[in-house]
């Protein structure tokens, strides 16, 4: 069946760079997104990939998508206290045009 | 702000009784999905609303249900309620059900004791 992992936390220090990992197991995934989700708030759509690209650059954001290990990652540049985050890895399955596929989140600690 | 109201913002409900979600969604989108999000774990896909039909559900029994109303705002019920419905239930609306452009809601809150 679909699934998607995600490592639970992740600590940096402020300035370095972020890389969130994600691992996915249905090759017939036409969409790949990043989720972040802040305490009280809904989620906020960062970025997505479309499955034939590699890679994906947005401002500070980075997505590069390795389809033969089925391997997602997430990039944050010059890391901030605001991005302290949970963030969301999610795939959209091809014979789907609307169900998300979700992880379970990687908490983002940012440390001084 | 994304323009998805969700109400109300917290509820505790007892084990058996029934409870209705709100959703209004953004102006000019025409489908609402549903999702649960239990604590510390990435969102579960109920079902989606489009022009007033549901169109596509996830793995959820048929205690869990919905409208959507001419002006596409939508309603999640759920009967019977168990103490694993507590979660944060989230709707997204968008155009068409295209996730690059949905946008959600802050979620409500669900304690059923």
């Known amino acids: 069946g679909e699934d998607v992992e995600q490592s639970l936390f992740l600590s940096v220090r402020e300035g370095d760079s972020s890389v969130i990992n994600c691992t996915y197991t249905?090759?017939?995934?036409?969409?790949l997104y990043w989720y972040k989700q802040e305490p009280g708030a809904g989620l906020q759509l960062l970025t997505y990939?479309?499955?034939n690209m590699d890679m994906k650059q947005d401002q500070r954001l980075t997505v590069l998508l390795n389809k033969k290990d089925k391997h997602l990652s997430l990039r944050i540049a010059d890391t901030q206290t605001g991005d302290s985050a949970i963030y969301f890895c999610?795939?959209?399955?091809?014979?789907?045009?609307?169900?998300?596929?979700w992880g379970a989140g990687t908490k983002l600690i940012i440390k001084p | 702000e994304t323009g998805v109201t969700q109400s109300p913002t917290h509820l505790i409900k007892t084990r058996g009784q029934q409870v209705t979600l709100r959703c209004s969604s953004q102006s000019g989108h025409n489908t609402v999905s549903w999702y649960q999000q239990a604590l510390g774990q990435g969102p579960q896909f109920i079902f989606q609303?489009?022009?007033?039909?549901?169109?596509g559900r996830g793995n959820f029994p048929p205690r869990f249900s919905g409208l959507q109303f001419p002006n596409y705002s939508s309603e999640l019920n759920v009967n019977a309620l168990e103490l694993d419905d507590s979660a944060l239930y989230l709707c997204?609306?968008?155009?068409?059900?295209?996730?690059?452009?949905?946008?959600f809601g802050q979620g409500t809150r669900l304690t059923v004791v």
């Open positions: 997204a609306s968008s155009f068409a059900g295209v996730m690059t452009e949905a946008f």
């Open positions: 609303y489009y022009r007033e039909e549901e169109n």
């Open positions: 249905d090759s017939s995934s036409t969409y």
């Open positions: 999610a795939e959209r399955l091809m014979d789907s045009n609307y169900q998300l596929i």
């Open positions: 990939i479309f499955s």
